[in-house]
Protein backbone atom coordinates (compact mmCIF):
# COMPACT_ATOMS: atom_id res chain seq x y z
CA UNK A 1 0.00 0.00 0.00
CA UNK A 2 1.70 3.15 -0.95
CA UNK A 3 2.00 6.79 0.82
CA UNK A 4 3.92 7.00 4.55
CA UNK A 5 1.37 5.64 7.26
CA UNK A 6 -0.37 8.43 9.09
CA UNK A 7 -2.18 7.57 12.58
CA UNK A 8 -4.35 9.42 13.78
CA UNK A 9 -6.53 8.66 17.02
CA UNK A 10 -9.62 9.69 17.17
CA UNK A 11 -11.69 11.01 20.21
CA UNK A 12 -14.05 8.10 21.19
CA UNK A 13 -15.40 9.89 24.04
CA UNK A 14 -17.60 11.76 21.30
CA UNK A 15 -19.31 8.64 20.05
CA UNK A 16 -20.68 6.66 22.86
CA UNK A 17 -20.95 3.16 21.65
CA UNK A 18 -24.86 1.52 21.87
CA UNK A 19 -25.36 -1.34 23.54
CA UNK A 20 -25.13 -4.18 21.08
CA UNK A 21 -26.49 -7.71 21.41
CA UNK A 22 -23.67 -10.54 20.97
CA UNK A 23 -25.25 -12.30 18.57
CA UNK A 24 -28.74 -11.22 15.71
CA UNK A 25 -31.60 -13.80 15.49
CA UNK A 26 -30.31 -16.97 13.79
CA UNK A 27 -31.45 -17.14 10.67
CA UNK A 28 -29.76 -14.06 9.84
CA UNK A 29 -26.53 -15.89 9.39
CA UNK A 30 -28.14 -17.91 6.56
CA UNK A 31 -28.01 -17.05 2.86
CA UNK A 32 -31.20 -15.07 2.10
CA UNK A 33 -32.84 -17.17 -0.59
CA UNK A 34 -33.35 -19.14 2.99
CA UNK A 35 -34.61 -16.25 4.38
CA UNK A 36 -38.63 -14.74 4.91
CA UNK A 37 -37.80 -11.06 4.18
CA UNK A 38 -37.78 -9.28 7.66
CA UNK A 39 -36.77 -5.61 8.73
CA UNK A 40 -33.99 -7.60 11.02
CA UNK A 41 -32.26 -8.69 7.99
CA UNK A 42 -29.23 -6.99 6.02
CA UNK A 43 -30.14 -6.15 2.49
CA UNK A 44 -28.49 -7.86 -0.22
CA UNK A 45 -27.41 -5.87 -2.96
CA UNK A 46 -27.39 -5.95 -7.08
CA UNK A 47 -25.28 -3.08 -7.48
CA UNK A 48 -23.45 -0.47 -6.08
CA UNK A 49 -22.84 3.24 -6.62
CA UNK A 50 -19.54 4.35 -4.78
CA UNK A 51 -20.80 7.87 -5.03
CA UNK A 52 -23.54 7.38 -2.84
CA UNK A 53 -21.54 5.22 -0.35
CA UNK A 54 -18.52 7.86 0.99
CA UNK A 55 -17.11 11.09 -0.51
CA UNK A 56 -14.19 9.42 -2.34
CA UNK A 57 -16.56 8.22 -5.14
CA UNK A 58 -14.02 5.53 -6.08
CA UNK A 59 -14.92 1.83 -5.92
CA UNK A 60 -13.81 0.08 -2.69
CA UNK A 61 -10.34 -1.19 -2.96
CA UNK A 62 -10.26 -3.13 0.49
CA UNK A 63 -13.16 -4.91 1.98
CA UNK A 64 -12.69 -5.98 5.84
CA UNK A 65 -15.65 -8.60 6.25
CA UNK A 66 -17.54 -8.55 9.58
CA UNK A 67 -15.63 -5.52 10.57
CA UNK A 68 -17.26 -5.99 14.21
CA UNK A 69 -17.00 -2.17 15.79
CA UNK A 70 -14.84 -1.42 12.84
CA UNK A 71 -11.78 -0.50 14.83
CA UNK A 72 -9.78 -2.06 11.84
CA UNK A 73 -11.86 -0.40 9.23
CA UNK A 74 -11.39 3.05 10.99
CA UNK A 75 -7.51 2.79 11.62
CA UNK A 76 -6.91 1.38 7.93
CA UNK A 77 -9.09 4.44 6.70
CA UNK A 78 -7.01 6.90 8.38
CA UNK A 79 -3.97 5.36 7.87
CA UNK A 80 -4.56 5.51 3.85
CA UNK A 81 -6.99 8.48 3.77
CA UNK A 82 -6.63 7.97 -0.45
CA UNK A 83 -7.19 4.34 0.00
CA UNK A 84 -11.61 3.29 -0.52
CA UNK A 85 -12.30 0.66 2.00
CA UNK A 86 -15.83 -0.52 3.30
CA UNK A 87 -16.66 -2.82 5.90
CA UNK A 88 -19.17 -5.52 5.38
CA UNK A 89 -21.27 -6.21 8.70
CA UNK A 90 -24.59 -8.07 9.79
CA UNK A 91 -25.10 -6.14 13.03
CA UNK A 92 -26.76 -2.42 12.02
CA UNK A 93 -26.33 -1.07 15.18
CA UNK A 94 -22.55 -0.90 14.90
CA UNK A 95 -22.75 -0.07 11.38
CA UNK A 96 -24.79 2.67 12.35
CA UNK A 97 -22.12 3.77 14.69
CA UNK A 98 -19.42 3.26 12.64
CA UNK A 99 -20.59 5.83 9.93
CA UNK A 100 -21.41 7.95 12.39
CA UNK A 101 -17.88 8.05 13.78
CA UNK A 102 -16.81 8.05 10.08
CA UNK A 103 -19.19 11.61 9.25
CA UNK A 104 -18.02 12.92 12.66
CA UNK A 105 -14.43 12.71 11.68
CA UNK A 106 -15.10 13.62 7.79
CA UNK A 107 -13.82 10.49 6.51
CA UNK A 108 -14.40 10.27 2.90
CA UNK A 109 -12.72 7.03 2.13
CA UNK A 110 -14.60 4.67 3.89
CA UNK A 111 -18.45 3.08 5.21
CA UNK A 112 -19.76 0.17 6.95
CA UNK A 113 -22.49 -1.46 4.99
CA UNK A 114 -25.35 -3.55 7.11
CA UNK A 115 -24.55 -6.61 4.70
CA UNK A 116 -24.53 -10.52 5.13
CA UNK A 117 -21.27 -11.83 3.35
CA UNK A 118 -23.05 -14.96 3.12
CA UNK A 119 -25.18 -13.20 0.33
CA UNK A 120 -22.30 -13.37 -1.73
CA UNK A 121 -19.60 -9.83 -3.49
CA UNK A 122 -21.25 -10.34 -6.95
CA UNK A 123 -22.06 -6.32 -6.61
CA UNK A 124 -18.48 -5.89 -6.32
CA UNK A 125 -16.17 -5.49 -9.88
CA UNK A 126 -14.28 -8.74 -10.58
CA UNK A 127 -10.51 -8.61 -9.78
CA UNK A 128 -10.79 -5.03 -8.21
CA UNK A 129 -10.05 -5.40 -4.63
CA UNK A 130 -5.96 -5.25 -3.60
CA UNK A 131 -7.08 -7.46 -0.33
CA UNK A 132 -9.64 -8.70 1.70
CA UNK A 133 -9.86 -9.43 5.63
CA UNK A 134 -11.51 -11.79 7.11
CA UNK A 135 -10.15 -11.16 11.22
CA UNK A 136 -11.83 -13.19 13.87
CA UNK A 137 -14.95 -14.56 12.52
CA UNK A 138 -17.17 -15.48 15.00
CA UNK A 139 -16.42 -19.23 15.57
CA UNK A 140 -19.51 -20.75 15.88
CA UNK A 141 -17.90 -23.95 17.54
CA UNK A 142 -20.96 -26.31 18.03
CA UNK A 143 -21.68 -28.77 14.89
CA UNK A 144 -25.54 -27.42 14.82
CA UNK A 145 -24.27 -24.15 14.49
CA UNK A 146 -21.67 -24.59 12.01
CA UNK A 147 -24.25 -23.14 9.62
CA UNK A 148 -24.27 -19.91 10.69
CA UNK A 149 -20.09 -19.54 9.55
CA UNK A 150 -19.98 -17.65 6.78
CA UNK A 151 -16.38 -18.79 5.79
CA UNK A 152 -17.09 -22.05 3.42
CA UNK A 153 -16.10 -23.13 -1.06
CA UNK A 154 -18.93 -20.55 -1.78
CA UNK A 155 -17.37 -17.43 0.53
CA UNK A 156 -13.81 -18.50 -0.92
CA UNK A 157 -15.23 -18.22 -4.62
CA UNK A 158 -17.08 -15.08 -3.94
CA UNK A 159 -13.87 -13.99 -3.19
CA UNK A 160 -11.43 -15.31 -5.44
CA UNK A 161 -13.34 -13.47 -8.04
CA UNK A 162 -13.35 -10.02 -6.29
CA UNK A 163 -9.49 -10.03 -5.60
CA UNK A 164 -7.19 -8.64 -8.69
CA UNK A 165 -4.19 -11.17 -9.25
CA UNK A 166 -1.79 -11.47 -6.14
CA UNK A 167 -4.69 -10.12 -4.01
CA UNK A 168 -4.91 -11.71 -0.69
CA UNK A 169 -7.34 -12.66 2.20
CA UNK A 170 -5.76 -11.73 5.26
CA UNK A 171 -6.74 -14.40 8.17
CA UNK A 172 -6.77 -14.02 11.76
CA UNK A 173 -8.43 -16.18 14.15
CA UNK A 174 -7.62 -16.95 18.02
CA UNK A 175 -10.08 -20.34 17.76
CA UNK A 176 -8.05 -23.78 16.86
CA UNK A 177 -11.05 -25.48 15.42
CA UNK A 178 -11.94 -22.22 13.19
CA UNK A 179 -8.16 -22.07 11.78
CA UNK A 180 -8.57 -25.56 11.26
CA UNK A 181 -11.51 -25.30 9.40
CA UNK A 182 -10.52 -22.62 7.17
CA UNK A 183 -7.15 -23.90 6.44
CA UNK A 184 -8.30 -27.15 5.01
CA UNK A 185 -11.41 -25.23 3.39
CA UNK A 186 -9.08 -23.09 1.45
CA UNK A 187 -6.74 -26.21 0.68
CA UNK A 188 -9.50 -27.99 -0.64
CA UNK A 189 -10.64 -25.17 -2.75
CA UNK A 190 -7.40 -24.65 -4.42
CA UNK A 191 -7.81 -21.10 -6.02
CA UNK A 192 -5.59 -19.60 -3.16
CA UNK A 193 -2.34 -19.77 -1.86
CA UNK A 194 -2.03 -20.07 1.66
CA UNK A 195 1.08 -18.03 3.47
CA UNK A 196 1.97 -18.39 6.95
CA UNK A 197 2.42 -15.41 8.36
CA UNK A 198 4.97 -14.58 11.68
CA UNK A 199 8.42 -13.20 12.58
CA UNK A 200 9.76 -16.47 11.64
CA UNK A 201 8.84 -16.48 8.06
CA UNK A 202 9.57 -14.06 5.29
CA UNK A 203 5.69 -12.68 4.96
CA UNK A 204 4.81 -10.45 7.94
CA UNK A 205 1.36 -9.23 8.75
CA UNK A 206 1.54 -5.49 6.75
CA UNK A 207 -1.02 -3.73 9.07
CA UNK A 208 0.49 -1.32 11.59
CA UNK A 209 -3.10 -1.13 13.73
CA UNK A 210 -5.02 -3.92 15.43
CA UNK A 211 -8.93 -5.09 15.32
CA UNK A 212 -10.55 -4.45 18.54
CA UNK A 213 -10.79 -8.64 18.81
CA UNK A 214 -7.16 -8.38 18.24
CA UNK A 215 -6.45 -6.15 21.13
CA UNK A 216 -8.83 -7.84 23.37
CA UNK A 217 -6.51 -10.90 23.03
CA UNK A 218 -3.66 -9.47 23.69
CA UNK A 219 -5.63 -7.82 27.04
CA UNK A 220 -5.86 -11.24 27.63
CA UNK A 221 -3.21 -13.01 26.92
CA UNK A 222 -5.14 -15.50 24.19
CA UNK A 223 -2.68 -16.57 21.68
CA UNK A 224 -3.94 -15.74 18.20
CA UNK A 225 -3.06 -16.80 14.59
CA UNK A 226 -1.98 -14.49 11.42
CA UNK A 227 -2.26 -16.08 7.83
CA UNK A 228 -3.29 -14.81 4.44
CA UNK A 229 -4.55 -16.63 1.07
CA UNK A 230 -3.12 -15.33 -1.80
CA UNK A 231 -4.08 -15.21 -5.37
C1 LIG B 1 -15.65 -11.56 16.67
S1 LIG B 1 -16.21 -10.22 15.70
C2 LIG B 1 -14.67 -9.57 15.06
C3 LIG B 1 -14.83 -8.18 14.54
C4 LIG B 1 -13.56 -7.55 13.95
N1 LIG B 1 -13.20 -8.16 12.70
C5 LIG B 1 -12.42 -7.62 14.92
O1 LIG B 1 -11.45 -8.34 14.64
O2 LIG B 1 -12.50 -6.96 15.96
C6 LIG B 1 -16.92 -11.00 14.25
C7 LIG B 1 -17.87 -10.07 13.51
O3 LIG B 1 -18.36 -10.68 12.32
C8 LIG B 1 -19.73 -10.33 12.18
N2 LIG B 1 -20.38 -11.31 11.30
C9 LIG B 1 -20.66 -12.62 11.59
N3 LIG B 1 -21.28 -13.20 10.54
C10 LIG B 1 -21.39 -12.25 9.58
C11 LIG B 1 -21.94 -12.24 8.27
N4 LIG B 1 -22.53 -13.32 7.75
N5 LIG B 1 -21.89 -11.09 7.56
C12 LIG B 1 -21.33 -9.98 8.08
N6 LIG B 1 -20.78 -9.93 9.32
C13 LIG B 1 -20.81 -11.04 10.05
C14 LIG B 1 -20.26 -10.35 13.60
O4 LIG B 1 -21.46 -9.64 13.77
C15 LIG B 1 -19.09 -9.71 14.36
O5 LIG B 1 -19.21 -8.32 14.45
Known sequence: ???????????????????????????AYLSAPQQQWAEWYPPTIENITWSEVYGIGEPARVIDLGCGRGGFLLRH???????????????KTLVDWINGVAGGEHMHNMRALWYSI???????????????TYLFPDPW??????????????FLDEVNKVLRPGGRLYLATDRNEVDDFQRSTIVRHGALKLIEMNDETAHRWPFAFKTDHQLFCERKAIPYTLYCAEK
Open 1 to 27: MEGALVLMVIDYTRYPIPRVRHHVSSQ
Open 77 to 91: AMAYPHVPIIGLEIR
Open 118 to 132: VNGLQWIDPESIDYA
Open 141 to 154: LKRRHFKRRAFSPH
